[in-house]
């Protein structure tokens, strides 16, 4: 998987995380050089282009960590924007639905759909405990619905029994009426393929949609045929929906192209791939391991990690020592709101606290939004220097200046001052004298 792409991306990177310095056309250089790997991992043009532009943009003028080489750095950058490209988090099948939850599979004939229908029930049934029902929804190539039921026999998945002579729809219908009465908790539909995409084929394909109401409509695709499967799923979208893509063969699959590009291209999620002939070989797409594996560097991805997370606790003990000093402006503000919205914004910082997930709504009602402290910063960016080191000058004029060069308001204001005051009026309780020094005292 991956190989071709893989050796190319790690052969230019392995160039530029050596050295010591790296000037902003060393940075150019390599990026031309990824740029090329791409276009002939066969990635679609725009995906290389947006790519190859935000890596450009964070890499060139890289700030230097200590401990961190520039072009470690910059082999982190190419990381991260991989792993966004690739869609940023694995996207599961989705059950959650009353059940029978409905599966259907579409694809062309002889993108692996009937085997990744039954690599899918074997994993549901194997791994997830589902109860699955797998029915070929094929009648026009005579040996299809028989194909399915060997292999639910091989994976020892049920299959509804086949009746000659009913069409899709009534297949379908009949499918979700069986795993009802059977207590089953997925059905899977495996769709008729066809060569190329016809107007019939994808008639038919709504039709079923309409009678089976599936929760999910998944895209068998062939990688190996890379853009032509971005394609195609953008059609098959267009044409009754998708939800996810499964693309098989990517054991053989040494480019990426279609993997690379699916997600940026279609805005649907790759959801699983085909890794083997074998009904165990199926994978979830993972975007963070599959960048690891294109790239081949993760020690270095984690070793700049690490010292951005030191970076981050040494600014954390610098605002410790000034807290212990008694000492709070509106630039120490500032930088804490910055800290927070780096975990997130306040969705972000909610969402790691359990139960408080379901909040959300009710602090966006509020006000609380995620884009609150990016108003907040802005709000202090509109300080004068000597207003943000004495907030006390802030009288009726000013907070105007401010707030129409914030695109706030005057409330927005008193509501980040009040809470200003009570941040410092704590600080000097805890670092001043008053408060014996209690801080001062904690940080040794
Ligand atoms: P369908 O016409 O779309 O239902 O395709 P089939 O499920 O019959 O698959 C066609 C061929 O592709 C079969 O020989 C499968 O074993 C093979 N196949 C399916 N998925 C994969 C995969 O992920 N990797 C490999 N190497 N072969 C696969």
Same mark, same amino acid.
């Not at 579409?106 to 049934?125: D, N, P, Y």
């Given at each position: 998987?991956?190989?071709?792409?893989?050796?190319?991306?790690?052969?230019?990177?392995?160039?530029? $995380?050596?050295?010591?310095?790296?000037?902003?056309?060393?940075?150019?250089? +390599?990026?031309?050089?990824?740029?090329? &790997?791409?276009?002939?991992? %066969?990635?679609?043009?725009?995906?290389?282009?947006?790519? $190859?532009?935000?890596?450009?943009?964070?890499?060139?003028?890289?700030?230097?960590?200590? &401990?961190?080489?520039?072009?470690?750095?910059?082999?982190?950058?190419?990381?991260?924007?991989?792993?966004?490209?690739?869609?940023?988090?694995?996207?599961?099948?989705?059950?959650? =639905?009353? +059940?029978?939850?409905?599966?259907?599979?579409?694809?062309?004939?002889?993108?692996?759909?009937?085997? !990744?229908?039954?690599?899918?029930?074997?994993?549901?049934?194997?791994?997830?405990?589902?109860?699955?029902?797998? #029915?070929?929804?094929? !009648?026009?190539?005579?040996?299809?619905?028989?194909?399915?039921?060997?292999?639910?026999?091989?994976?020892?998945? =049920? !299959?509804?029994?086949?009746?000659?002579?009913? $069409?899709?729809?009534?297949?379908?219908?009949?499918?979700?009426?069986?795993?009802?009465?059977?207590?089953?908790? /997925? /059905?899977?539909?495996?769709?008729?393929?066809?060569?190329?995409?016809? =107007?019939?084929?994808?008639?038919? &394909?709504?039709?079923?949609?309409?009678?089976?109401?599936?929760?999910?409509?998944?895209?068998?695709?062939?990688?190996?045929?890379?853009?032509?499967?971005?394609?195609?799923?953008?059609?098959? %979208?267009?044409?009754?929906?998708?939800?996810?893509?499964?693309?098989?063969?990517?054991?053989? %699959?040494?480019?990426?192209? +279609?993997?690379?590009?699916?997600?940026?291209? !279609?805005?649907?999620?790759?959801?699983?791939?085909?890794?083997?002939?074998?009904?165990?070989?199926?994978? %979830?797409?993972?975007?963070?391991?599959?960048?690891?594996?294109?790239?081949?560097?993760?020690?270095?991805?984690?070793?700049?990690?690490?010292?951005?997370?030191?970076?981050?606790?040494?600014? #954390?003990? +610098?605002?410790?020592?000034?807290?212990?000093?008694?000492?709070?402006?509106?630039?120490?503000?500032?930088?804490?709101?910055?800290?927070?919205?780096?975990?997130?914004?306040? @969705?972000?910082?909610?969402?790691?606290?359990?139960?408080?997930?379901?909040?959300?709504?009710?602090?966006?009602?509020?006000?609380?939004?995620?884009?609150?402290?990016?108003?907040?910063?802005?709000?202090?960016?509109?300080?004068?220097?000597?207003?943000?080191?004495?907030?006390?000058?802030?009288?009726?004029?000013?907070?105007?200046?401010?707030?129409?060069?914030?695109?706030?308001?005057?409330?927005?204001?008193?509501?980040?001052?009040?809470?200003?005051?009570?941040?410092?009026?704590?600080?000097?309780?805890?670092? @001043?004298?008053?408060?014996?020094?209690?801080?001062?005292?904690?940080?040794?």
């Amino acid at each position: 998987m991956f190989d071709s792409l893989s050796d190319r991306l790690s052969g230019i990177l392995d160039g530029l $995380t050596g050295r010591g310095a790296l000037s902003d056309q060393d940075v150019q250089a +390599a990026l031309r050089e990824v740029r090329r &790997a791409l276009i002939e991992a %066969d990635v679609a043009l725009p995906v290389v282009r947006s790519f $190859t532009e935000s890596v450009r943009e964070k890499a060139v003028g890289v700030s230097t960590l200590k &401990a961190i080489k520039p072009g470690q750095q910059v082999v982190k950058i190419v990381h991260d924007e991989l792993v966004e490209m690739l869609g940023s988090d694995a996207e599961p099948i989705d059950l959650n =639905a009353a +059940a029978p939850v409905v599966i259907m599979m579409v694809g062309l004939q002889g993108s692996g759909k009937t085997t !990744t229908t039954g690599k899918i029930g074997l994993r549901l049934q194997k791994r997830q405990n589902q109860k699955v029902l797998m #029915a070929s929804l094929d !009648t026009r190539r005579p040996a299809a619905q028989e194909q399915l039921r060997q292999i639910g026999e091989q994976v020892d998945v =049920a !299959t509804l029994p086949i009746i000659a002579g009913q $069409t899709p729809v009534e297949i379908s219908a009949r499918a979700v009426q069986a795993a009802r009465l059977g207590g089953y908790d /997925v /059905v899977i539909l495996d769709t008729a393929g066809r060569t190329s995409i016809d =107007a019939e084929l994808m008639a038919e &394909a709504a039709d079923i949609k309409r009678a089976a109401n599936p929760h999910e409509i998944l895209l068998v695709a062939d990688s190996l045929t890379g853009q032509d499967a971005v394609t195609l799923a953008e059609n098959f %979208d267009e044409a009754v929906g998708v939800t996810g893509i499964v693309l098989t063969r990517m054991d053989g %699959d040494g480019r990426g192209g +279609a993997a690379l590009s699916m997600r940026s291209v !279609t805005g649907k999620p790759v959801k699983l791939i085909g890794t083997g002939e074998k009904m165990d070989a199926l994978e %979830d797409f993972h975007p963070s391991r599959i960048a690891d594996r294109i790239l081949g560097m993760g020690d270095i991805v984690s070793l700049v990690e690490r010292a951005a997370e030191q970076i981050d606790a040494e600014k #954390a003990a +610098a605002m410790a020592r000034k807290m212990a000093s008694g000492k709070f402006d509106m630039n120490d503000l500032a930088d804490q709101l910055r800290q927070m919205q780096k975990m997130g914004g306040l @969705g972000g910082i909610m969402g790691m606290m359990p139960g408080m997930g379901k909040m959300k709504d009710q602090m966006a009602a509020a006000g609380l939004d995620d884009k609150l402290f990016g108003r907040q910063i802005a709000i202090i960016q509109s300080m004068t220097k000597k207003e943000r080191e004495n907030p006390a000058l802030l009288k009726h004029s000013r907070k105007k200046r401010i707030a129409a060069g914030s695109g706030t308001d005057a409330a927005q204001i008193n509501k980040l001052l009040k809470m200003h005051k009570q941040m410092a009026d704590m600080m000097k309780a805890m670092g @001043g004298k008053k408060g014996g020094g209690k801080m001062r005292q904690m940080m040794g």
